[in-house]
């Protein structure tokens, strides 16, 4: 073997060790798939939220907004979590068409929906 090609098959073992490091950290959920969440400059992090009262009859005001920033399940949990975290709100929230579907028992107060959204290192779309 000569000199040139032991470089490049130690390049690629010491890439492979970086890599692997990585995938195991993000497939135990100790980082992020995304870069985004609390690992972002001003995100906040957020205790997981059950919602105790499931009852939408419960809940008479409703307000769906648009998030950006969310690219995996973590980064909906955060957001979920973030606007569960909310008095008198219920919140689900949808990868796949980027929504958060709120449910409140009292009026709810956009500013602070987005301001949750905000610590939690994502942000609300202006335009659906």
Request: glycine share 8%.
């Amino acid at each position: 073997m000569n000199a040139p090609t032991l470089i490049i098959i130690v390049a690629i073992a010491i890439l492979m060790v970086f890599a692997l490091r990585r995938a195991y950290r993000v497939f135990s959920l100790k980082d992020d798939c995304c870069g985004g969440g609390p690992k972002a400059p001003k995100a906040k992090k957020v205790a997981a939220v059950t919602v105790e009262d499931t009852d939408e009859a419960n809940y008479p005001y409703l307000l769906d907004v648009k998030v950006k920033g969310m690219t995996c399940e973590k980064c909906v949990g955060r957001v979920q979590n973030a606007l569960n975290a909310q008095p008198g709100i219920w919140a689900r929230v949808d990868l796949g068409s980027g929504m958060a579907h709120i449910l409140a028992k009292s009026p709810i107060d956009r500013d602070a929906v987005e301001r949750a959204v905000e610590d939690a290192g994502y942000y609300v779309s202006h335009r659906d």
